[in-house]
């Protein structure tokens, strides 16, 4: 039976490799479904058959996984209808949050009679002094969509993966809500409408507390209230599954659970009822109080997984069918993939089942169980050292500090801090928040002392950052080799071993050499962001957007690219102007790396974001290479300029007979005097391609700039179906007449740009994405 689940777990996520899209996945399975079913009635030896079971067992894992994919690829917004201005009848299917710009963000799950092309589920954002927390449901919505869309990049956050793994089939705005009472609400709805009360009626209780946002989302599995300083520290001491109601929170509630009822059905009389029968009743209560807990957190994709583990190791454990820790592991991944088989686009999957299967090899085949303190260091480093390679694979670092944080944090959760909260929920819950006051004096108290040793550890600054992989493989294998043989030599030889391979691992290194010159343009959203490497070298042009809801594209866009790629130094970094869609996230770029020269065409106005480093003036900067590629710069006079835009550093690219330009935010009048004082641009003989000015807008690339230039190709960053409206329209009419081929960040996502001396190669990294990330679209959404 174990070889089975685990041949049609290998088939569910064997879809998710992007080998095969799922129409011809389903295509494949049934035709090889068919021929194997037929082979199995046909073959008579066993081993045979066997084999051939086993191998269905696969396809029916690929067909499965296949079918539930289709699904969602077919629920999603028509393009016809993005930009439009709709109205829906729905319900909420969430507990709404507070957004950015006192914004209200929540799920809206439309009704069977929805418009024709509209998906069912909608993520939607309100904003406006009307928008708030406390929502009609069911309600009729005036929305405007759009299709699922997000930043593509080497490394970083996959927006669209985030949306197609929840089902959200468009995303959009909201211009008005009013409630619908003549719709009918459904046990669903009535459930999800349920919980929203409870949410708004607990965060008004404990409105006072200090910690409010850490006791929403302990107990309740609401994180709506958590701050960006609240998630910069989970994320810096490793502790973010703290907050998410998974299976360290189900598996304290079930354990909790089952001590009190073994200890109630301890005096029942004894003829009550066999050991047999009160083992069942047992677990049957205990999977009551567990799934009653994850309705009350909202039973999200982590607390379905956690509740599918816990029941099934109940059932294993309290009816005692415990054959082999590793088969009550298959039948729980067996479960989770045949109810809901998108799980592995959860790194959550990855990360639980992974850690279970961790600990299940360092405490399985001990002799002697280790005491308390003992087994959780144990424990915690086995889970640390094993998730490694997990997270080098999943483009994750390992937080140094969380390897003490969750030594420290785990027990206090577990046998502190939940335990209260739980007890003082029911206090709440019984006298009707009369005891309010006093309850959440004691809940400051607990996640006090919690969160001041998750701030401390993560004030230390202890590195956090991206392991290659081989080398995490090698720390994993040997802590867990010598966790696992009890052998002292061996655990000495392990620990000189890995306090090697750390070492030589922490020493600076230098950027991957690159053989072939490239130019990255980088999927920024409405914002600039472009590098140029060659060799070992590497220059930076602006860092792209950041804002007031604590977004920037350094941390989410630049920092995992440049670790995907290997790029550990940046040589030299220029700011075109101070602008925050091209100088966001200087501070964060500066915790990371230190560039050997700045650049910058307002020096004064970035200073401070650099850190008071000395930036040198754009305004007649000598060329310079970059590896063998030639780099030109060009400004304005900036005294004769007002407008900052207008300031920016203009630069030119060139490598053989291709040249690049790079001209910012420069308006048409700054155009004009580009082209009369620096013939340079013209590229003379030169194959060009240019990087609109100022993001396409109608503002620059006028008429005689483009009919001088005459680019063999244009690129446009903007934002996908931004506010700006960039790249305007007659900006691209005029780029088209020229005859150039458009490319547009939005919709192509990242840009690599390969410079040979006679040719230019442009990869558009939205082909080179999943099945589930769209393929590559016009250059202006329709």
Not at 15 to 41: E, H, K, W
Not at 58 to 69: D, E, R
Not at 703 to 714: G, I, K
Not at 750 to 765: F, K, N, S
Request: hydrophobic share 50%; proline share 6%.
């Amino acid at each position: 039976m174990g070889a089975r689940i685990a041949a049609f777990a290998c088939g569910v996520i064997i879809l998710y490799s992007g080998l095969f899209p799922p129409p011809r996945a389903l295509l494949v399975s049934v035709i090889c479904l068919a021929l194997m079913v037929t082979a199995i009635l046909w073959w008579r030896a066993d081993r045979v058959r066997r084999y051939l079971v086993m191998a269905a067992c696969l396809v029916l894992g690929l067909a499965w996984a296949a079918l539930a994919s289709q699904g969602r690829l077919e629920d999603r917004l028509v393009s016809a209808l993005e930009g439009r201005e709709l109205t829906v009848t729905g319900y909420l299917c969430d507990a709404p949050s507070p957004g950015a710009w006192d914004s209200v963000r929540f799920s809206l799950c439309l009704n069977g009679d929805r418009p024709d092309g509209v998906p069912r589920r909608l993520r939607l954002s309100w904003y406006g002094d009307g928008a708030t927390l406390d929502l009609p449901t069911p309600m009729n919505a005036t929305v405007v969509l759009k299709r699922p869309h997000g930043a593509v990049n080497p490394g970083g956050f996959r927006y669209e993966t985030w949306l197609f793994r929840k089902g959200y089939g468009a995303t959009g705005t909201v211009r008005g809500v009013a409630a619908a009472p003549s719709e009918s609400c459904g046990l669903s709805c009535r459930y999800y409408h349920w919980r929203q009360q409870v949410v708004l009626a607990t965060r008004d209780t404990l409105d006072d507390m200090e910690h409010t946002g850490l006791a929403l989302s302990l107990l309740l599995g609401y994180r709506g209230d958590l701050s960006n300083r609240h998630w910069q520290v989970l994320e810096a001491t490793g502790t973010i599954h703290l907050v998410a109601i998974s299976g360290l929170h189900l598996g304290l509630v079930a354990t909790l659970a089952s001590l009190v009822l073994r200890w109630l059905a301890l005096r029942l009389p004894r003829r009550a009822s066999s050991p047999r029968q009160l083992r069942l009743w047992l677990w049957l209560c205990v999977i009551l109080v567990a799934a009653g807990y994850a309705l009350l957190a909202g039973f999200t994709v982590p607390t379905r997984r956690a509740l599918v583990m816990v029941v099934i190791a109940g059932w294993l454990l309290l009816v005692g069918r415990l054959s082999s820790p590793w088969h009550g592991w298959l039948l729980a991944l067996g479960a989770v993939l045949l109810l809901d088989p998108l799980s592995p686009l959860d790194q959550g999957f990855w990360l639980s089942f992974c850690a279970v299967a961790v600990l299940i090899l360092v405490f399985s085949r001990r002799q002697a169980q280790p005491g308390a303190i003992r087994a959780l260091v144990i424990a915690q480093a086995a889970v640390f050292a094993g998730l490694w390679p997990v997270l080098s694979v999943l483009d994750q670092g390992a937080a140094w500090a969380g390897l003490v944080a969750n030594i420290l944090a785990i027990p206090l959760l577990s046998l502190i801090v939940m335990p209260v909260l739980l007890a003082g929920g029911l206090v709440l819950l019984v006298t009707g928040g009369q005891a309010a006051e006093w309850v959440g004096m004691v809940f400051d108290g607990v996640l006090g002392s919690l969160w001041w040793v998750l701030t401390a550890l993560a004030g230390l600054d202890l590195p956090q950052g991206r392991m290659p992989l081989a080398l995490a493989l090698v720390v994993a294998g040997t802590v867990l080799v010598a966790l696992w043989v009890p052998d002292r030599r061996l655990r000495w030889c392990s620990v000189l071993l890995v306090g090697a391979v750390l070492v030589g691992a922490g020493m600076p290194a230098g950027n991957r050499w690159q053989t072939t010159p490239q130019l990255w343009v980088w999927d920024v959203g409405q914002g600039l962001s472009v590098m140029l490497r060659h060799r070992d070298e590497v220059l930076v042009y602006d860092t792209g957007p950041e804002s007031a809801s604590g977004y920037n594209a350094v941390s989410e866009v630049l920092i995992p690219s440049f670790e995907r790629i290997g790029v550990r130094h940046i040589n030299t970094l220029v700011l075109s102007h101070g602008d925050q869609d091209h100088a966001g996230g200087l501070s964060h770029l500066f915790r990371r790396y230190k560039p050997g020269r700045i650049i910058s065409g307002e020096p004064d106005r970035v200073a401070i974001g650099v850190g008071n480093r000395e930036v040198a003036p754009c305004h007649r900067q000598r060329p310079l290479t970059v590896g063998a590629v030639e780099v030109h710069f060009w400004q304005a006079v900036p005294a004769a300029i007002d407008d900052a835009n207008d300031r920016s550093c203009v630069l030119a690219i060139r490598h053989g007979n291709q040249q690049i330009l790079l001209p910012g935010d420069i308006s048409v009048p700054t155009e004009r005097r580009l082209l009369a004082e620096w013939p340079l641009a013209l590229g003379a003989g030169r194959e060009l391609t240019l990087l609109a000015p100022h993001h396409g807008s109608k503002t620059s690339s006028g008429a005689a700039f483009v009919r001088r230039l005459s680019p063999e190709r244009v690129i446009f960053t903007a934002g996908y179906r931004h506010r700006y409206g960039h790249p305007h329209q007659d900006v691209v009419a005029r780029y088209q007449s020229a005859g150039g081929d458009l490319f547009n960040t939005a919709t192509s996502g990242a840009l690599r740009l390969d410079l040979q001396a006679d040719r230019l190669w442009v990869t558009p990294w939205r082909q080179r994405v999943p099945f589930w990330v769209r393929g590559p679209e016009p250059v202006t959404p329709d």
